[in-house]
């Protein structure tokens, strides 16, 4: 049978996984809650380019009294092109975050220790947009019921969110302990 695996070129080889919450709590430690904040920051990030845009629009309507409108029907179509270039280039470029979460001190990497790519950062971004479009926001508490804090779409791409390697290695503040105010 292995010889017939490698002439077809196929390996049954399965990753573990790279990330242990147990061994390394220290790279999920406040993780979900630095999620929200940097996906506030990379939706400003992504609505001023399009706000301008919009505002682009509506003085050429303007200006040619009605016949620029049309120019709207492209706000799909830019607004899908600005943000897989957005993601794309952030989330799976060297550092695998979108600038909110290198603010946060966060990153993106595949289950098994890789960073992210191009096309995994947009396949990514869009299963978050359509499981929250379609499932409703709660689905985000799935983050909850795991120790790693993965939501749907990082189980359904294969991808783990932690702290990056200087805030996961920064000292942890000691515990409060008996007495202590």
């Not at 929250?132 to 969110?161: A, M, Y």
């Amino acid at each position: 049978m292995a010889d017939e695996r490698d002439r077809i070129g196929v390996s049954y080889d399965v990753k573990p996984h790279a990330y242990d919450p147990d061994a390394h709590p220290e790279l999920f430690d406040g993780v979900p809650a630095r999620r929200v904040l940097a996906f506030v920051i990379d939706l400003v990030i992504l609505a001023v380019p399009l706000i301008l845009v919009w505002l682009f629009f509506l003085a050429i309507g303007i200006v040619t009294l009605g016949l620029g409108f049309s120019l709207f029907g492209l706000m799909p179509v830019i607004t899908l092109i600005w943000a897989a270039y957005y993601y794309g280039t952030t989330l799976g470029g060297p550092r695998s975050a979108t600038i909110g979460m290198r603010a946060l001190d966060i990153e993106m990497r595949t289950w098994y220790g890789a960073p992210s790519y191009f096309v995994l950062a947009i396949v990514h971004a869009g299963l978050f947009w359509v499981s929250t479009s379609v499932l409703t926001p709660l689905i985000l508490l799935v983050c909850f019921f795991n120790k790693r804090g993965r939501l749907l779409h990082d189980f359904l791409v294969g991808t783990v969110v932690i702290n990056n390697p200087d805030r996961a290695g920064a000292p942890r503040p000691p515990e409060p302990g008996p007495g202590t105010v």
